[in-house]
């Protein structure tokens, strides 16, 4: 079966699993998946009505110095000898392995494949991936679609409901119990940065005493912490500006952030990409097909495009609404300018990363000020006008009249 993030809470789904598909780009999301997995390996386990206790597996050679034994019951084996030792039931708990699916080759992959049309009670196996190039295909696996014991997570970007209670639990693991407000909080300084999550948590757990956190001791702790995201960029560059000193500093630190995170042409191509879709809705709010400031029909505005065949059928109506709201914040001109100065320093292929990285970076700290910059340098920037040329020019006619 798939499931989605908003099931990643729901014990049911993990009781039945043999072999678990645990997808998604965050890392933070699909280890949960895998160690409440993995614990439910590591339980206390009965051979008949005899317990395992840790001395009878040291006897028969279960110890934890090779790191593949987490000394809690069960057995943490690589996917070969999971392979091999899945027939026979572990006097210890159960056989566990956790595998990179690109680490999968040739034969492995054949071992999995037949092992999904008959997997073992004796065991747990999760494979991993963060790739969607990668595990893409699998998603439409007809085993998954149709097993109880073969399951898949696709986890995306989580509900804020879902993701609230996660990051409580998160602080609850290290002993902290935080507000609903206080969830709120780290969601809003965190941003889209799952992967860090744990980083900040830890640190917040060495400097606070108790394990109570109030949202004012959180805030104290948490200050000068900021994460942003692309969308926190694009949204920035459509808000005027007027002067030099109203340019935005705000605009200037979100962009040496995700500068520093992502590299500058990086940067600027999804920035760009970003810029082209806006440009793509602009133009329908122009046309009077998508209506500004008042409530619309999204089914009558897919219909007018065509329908679920349109270009636009398969956008889902969040997706549709947030595009046409960001690209409603300033002008069709404004979006196209902002998109020759961004794909400018990607054209010429010929140069080098460094040279290509400079010019991203002029790109980006362009279009940031494009709003203080005079007519005749932007022209310049976007290759319209040559100012130094018309400059030569004009000395060259004054040595001429001369």
Same mark, same amino acid.
């Given at each position: 079966?798939?499931?989605?993030?908003?099931?990643?809470?729901?014990?049911?789904?993990?009781?039945?699993?043999?072999?678990?598909?645990?997808?998604?780009?965050?890392?933070?999301?699909? &280890?949960?998946?895998?160690?409440?997995?993995?614990?439910?390996?590591?339980?206390?386990?009965?051979?008949?009505? %005899?317990?395992?206790?840790?001395?009878?597996?040291?006897?028969?050679?279960?110890?934890?110095?090779?790191?593949?034994?987490?000394?809690?019951?069960?057995?943490?084996?690589?996917?070969?000898?999971?392979?091999?030792?899945?027939?026979?039931? $572990?006097? &210890?708990?159960?056989?566990?392995?956790?595998?990179?699916?690109?680490?999968?080759?040739?034969?492995?992959?054949?071992?999995?494949?037949?092992?999904?049309?008959?997997?073992?009670? &004796?065991?747990?196996?999760?494979?991993?991936?963060?790739?969607?190039?990668? /595990?893409?295909?699998?998603?439409?696996?007809?085993?998954? #679609?149709?097993?109880?014991?073969?399951?898949?997570?696709?986890?995306?970007?989580?509900?804020?409901?879902?993701?609230?209670?996660?990051?409580?639990?998160?602080?609850?693991?290290?002993?902290?119990?935080?507000?609903?407000?206080?969830?709120? /909080?780290?969601?809003?300084?965190?941003?889209?940065?799952?992967?860090?999550?744990?980083?900040?948590?830890?640190?917040?757990?060495?400097?606070? =005493?108790? $394990?109570?956190?109030?949202?004012?001791?959180?805030?104290?702790?948490?200050?000068?912490?900021?994460?942003?995201?692309?969308?926190?960029?694009?949204?920035?560059?459509?808000?005027?500006?007027?002067?030099?000193?109203?340019?935005?500093?705000?605009?200037?630190?979100?962009?040496?952030?995700?500068?520093? =995170?992502?590299?500058?042409?990086?940067?600027?191509?999804?920035?760009?990409? %970003?810029?082209? =879709?806006?440009?793509?809705?602009?133009?329908?709010?122009?046309?009077?097909?998508?209506?500004?400031?008042?409530? /619309?029909?999204?089914?009558?505005?897919?219909?007018?495009?065509?329908?679920?065949?349109?270009?636009?059928?398969?956008?889902?109506?969040?997706?549709?609404?947030?595009?046409? #709201?960001? #690209?409603?914040?300033?002008?069709?001109?404004?979006?196209?300018?902002?998109?020759?100065?961004?794909?400018?320093?990607?054209?010429?292929?010929?140069?080098?990363?460094?040279?290509?990285?400079?010019?991203?970076?002029? #790109?980006?700290?362009?279009?940031?000020?494009?709003?203080?910059?005079?007519?005749?340098?932007?022209?310049?920037?976007?290759?319209?006008?040559?100012?130094?040329?018309?400059?030569?020019?004009?000395?060259? &006619?004054?040595?001429?009249?001369?």
């Amino acid at each position: 079966m798939k499931y989605k993030f908003k099931d990643i809470l729901t014990t049911e789904v993990y009781e039945k699993t043999k072999i678990m598909f645990v997808f998604g780009k965050y890392n933070l999301f699909n &280890n949960m998946v895998a160690d409440e997995l993995k614990s439910m390996c590591t339980e206390s386990q009965v051979i008949g009505s %005899i317990p395992i206790d840790s001395t009878l597996s040291e006897e028969f050679g279960f110890d934890t110095e090779d790191g593949t034994e987490d000394g809690s019951g069960g057995t943490s084996v690589d996917f070969n000898t999971f392979m091999d030792v899945i027939g026979v039931q $572990s006097i &210890n708990g159960k056989w566990f392995c956790k595998v990179e699916l690109d680490a999968l080759k040739g034969k492995q992959l054949d071992k999995l494949k037949k092992y999904m049309k008959e997997p073992s009670d &004796n065991g747990i196996l999760v494979i991993n991936s963060t790739d969607w190039m990668i /595990y893409k295909d699998w998603l439409r696996n007809r085993i998954i #679609a149709g097993s109880n014991s073969v399951n898949c997570f696709e986890l995306t970007f989580p509900n804020r409901d879902t993701l609230k209670e996660f990051i409580k639990l998160l602080f609850i693991d290290q002993g902290l119990e935080i507000e609903s407000s206080g969830a709120e /909080y780290f969601m809003l300084k965190m941003n889209q940065s799952y992967d860090e999550y744990m980083d900040v948590i830890n640190d917040i757990r060495l400097r606070h =005493e108790g $394990s109570e956190l109030s949202t004012v001791e959180l805030k104290k702790y948490m200050r000068g912490i900021q994460h942003y995201v692309l969308d926190n960029f694009v949204n920035a560059l459509t808000k005027p500006v007027s002067s030099e000193k109203t340019n935005s500093k705000k605009i200037l630190r979100i962009m040496s952030t995700l500068e520093e =995170e992502m590299g500058a042409k990086n940067l600027v191509y999804r920035t760009d990409k %970003i810029v082209q =879709e806006c440009i793509q809705y602009r133009m329908l709010i122009n046309t009077g097909i998508v209506p500004i400031g008042i409530n /619309y029909f999204y089914g009558e505005v897919i219909d007018m495009l065509g329908g679920k065949d349109g270009p636009y059928g398969k956008v889902k109506e969040f997706t549709f609404r947030k595009k046409a #709201a960001l #690209a409603s914040k300033t002008s069709l001109k404004d979006w196209e300018l902002m998109h020759m100065i961004l794909e400018k320093p990607l054209k010429n292929v010929m140069d080098s990363e460094d040279v290509q990285e400079f010019k991203c970076k002029k #790109a980006l700290f362009e279009v940031c000020t494009r709003s203080v910059l005079t007519e005749s340098r932007i022209k310049n920037i976007i290759g319209t006008e040559n100012v130094l040329t018309d400059q030569v020019k004009f000395v060259d &006619n004054i040595k001429l009249r001369g």
